[in-house]
């Protein structure tokens, strides 16, 4: 979180290709999903199947080989659609015809993912025109179609399709949701805050040429780096863990909870991951409903629930824009759609209610250190009170406040000095709290799920400190998969005894308005 205020015409028309299922590059073994039928036990979720087939690492993309946005990009028409919908792919490049290929996120084997489908002959390359620059400094690619794809046969998930011309590779993607998430613990892509931060074509919510920035971002365009850049960094490790550990899954995008209000009734658990801070009003109504009435919720990473945004609808459908304008200067200033901290006025709703915490610092590094050890997701970590896990803090923090809207029964289960900035210090919380039928579990920390990707040197990361984030995310994840108001757990609140601040100074994030 960087905090920051604040010719159109038709392309050269393309050949739309429909790339049917019969194309599919590995159709030999039998389809999974939460309704297919499989060898597998009846009793086993439909993940464990789908993760026992064939995976392959050929979904990766060297940095090498990485396509620049004037070579090869790509988009989605659809952040998400149901089994069996299609989805625009809309593609532009100068390096020749594009192969196609769609690899499902997961486990199997330790690969990473698994290629669900194929384009059964490279589509036509075409170099699409410039993007052009609506109001707000919206960025908007109003390219052609390149072709429908169908996702019949396509298990729920995260998919990443790999774009390849010419030796050089680009990623789009996009989710496969889930119809119903009753009983499932629930992973959700933050879509959202993906394209707030998505500069591709000059202009994100942060960033713009000289001092500018935008004010309305726009799902249709590709996004920056290799084309998954916020997914690599802050989702991907996360999911290859929840597939590979044999609960029963379900995927979301913070768009589809924006739309639908009861898509998370039932669900055991919902996940937000590693980078989660843009939310509208119904998505956030629509978490705080599930939680009230039984669904248990991890938030992964830091900083989430901080800024509150809108969606608008755009040229290829509903929800296709997002709106932040960071400040008063939004001509909408109701409850629901106006686009300011959600810590601040004209409608001030901190997020401690929901996350347990509040925003505290960015840039922020350094140790975890264990508060409470008798914390039950910390079961078989080994660890006791003072413990350091190195390097597992930072790059952006929350930290618990003794203010209105924390919750009573909140638990922090580490409390880990480290310096803000060049001039402050303060806290990095992991922090808990039970509703009774739920827990809400917040790691407080945007490094948490970086861990994943193993040891790094240049942030201190350890053997040890990814062997003790890959089981706490495993006792987490089991506990909320329970469901039926059993993914709570029992612990002793003790922020009272932590002596800290109802000021928030110490930090980045901002004053609290009431």
């Not at 036990?41 to 979904?59: F, H, I, K, L």
């Not at 913070?254 to 669900?267: F, K, M």
């Not at 945007?446 to 984030?469: C, E, H, Q, R």
Request: aromatic share 8%; net charge neutral.
């Amino acid at each position: 979180m960087r905090i920051r205020s604040g010719r159109r015409r038709a392309g050269a028309a393309l050949l739309v290709v429909c790339l049917l299922l019969t194309a599919c590059a590995a159709p030999s073994t039998p389809p999974t999903g939460p309704h297919a039928t499989t060898s597998a036990s009846p009793a086993q979720p439909w993940t464990v199947a789908e993760n026992a087939r064939p995976g392959t690492e050929d979904w990766q993309i060297p940095g090498s080989a990485v396509a620049t946005d004037a070579q090869l990009a790509g988009y989605a028409d659809r952040t998400s659609v149901l089994p069996g919908e299609s989805f625009g792919l809309h593609v532009t490049s100068t390096l020749g015809d594009v192969a196609v290929a769609a690899y499902r996120v997961g486990s199997y084997g330790g690969t990473g993912a698994r290629l669900v489908w194929q384009s059964p002959q490279p589509l036509k390359g075409v170099k699409q025109p410039d993007p052009v620059i609506e109001a707000g400094n919206m960025v908007v690619a109003t390219w052609s179609k390149t072709a429908d794809v169908t996702t019949t046969g396509w298990p729920e998930g995260s998919y990443l399709l790999k774009l390849t011309a010419a030796g050089r590779s680009r990623y789009v993607p996009v989710t496969v949701r889930s119809r119903s998430t009753a009983g499932r613990l629930v992973i959700v892509n933050a879509v959202i805050t993906d394209q707030a931060y998505n500069d591709w074509g000059g202009y994100s919510l942060y960033d713009g040429p000289g001092n500018s920035r935008a004010t309305r971002v726009s799902f249709d365009r590709p996004q920056k780096g290799n084309g998954a850049q916020q997914f690599f960094g802050d989702e991907l490790a996360t999911i290859q863990l929840a597939e590979g550990l044999g609960v029963d899954l379900a995927y979301v995008t913070s768009v589809d909870l924006d739309r639908e209000p009861d898509l998370l009734q039932g669900a055991s658990g919902m996940v937000s991951m590693g980078h989660d801070e843009y939310w509208t009003v119904p998505e956030r109504t629509a978490v705080e409903k599930a939680r009230d009435t039984g669904t248990s919720l991890a938030f992964l990473g830091a900083n989430a629930v901080y800024w509150r945004v809108r969606l608008e609808d755009g040229a290829t459908g509903d929800r296709r824009v997002v709106v932040g304008y960071k400040n008063t200067s939004d001509p909408k200033k109701d409850a629901v759609d106006t686009t300011v901290m959600w810590r601040s006025r004209p409608h001030p709703d901190p997020e401690n209610s929901l996350t347990g915490m509040l925003y505290e610092c960015f840039p922020a590094y350094g140790d975890m250190v264990i508060e409470d050890p008798s914390f039950p997701l910390f079961e078989g970590a080994g660890v006791k009170k003072g413990d350091r896990i190195p390097g597992v803090v930072g790059i952006e923090i929350d930290r618990a406040y003794p203010i209105q809207g924390t919750p009573d029964s909140l638990t922090v289960a580490a409390h880990s000095p480290v310096a803000c900035g060049t001039n402050k210090h303060t806290y990095s919380d992991m922090t808990y709290y039970s509703t009774g039928t739920a827990g809400v579990w917040a790691t407080g920390s945007m490094m948490w799920v970086k861990v994943l990707n193993g040891p790094n040197a240049k942030y201190n990361i350890t053997d040890a400190s990814v062997s003790f984030v890959r089981r706490v995310m495993e006792n987490a994840f089991r506990q909320m998969a329970k469901g039926n108001g059993r993914g709570a757990v029992t612990t002793t609140p003790n922020l009272a005894g932590l002596n800290a601040p109802t000021a928030t100074s110490t930090g980045t994030g901002g004053p609290v308005d009431r």
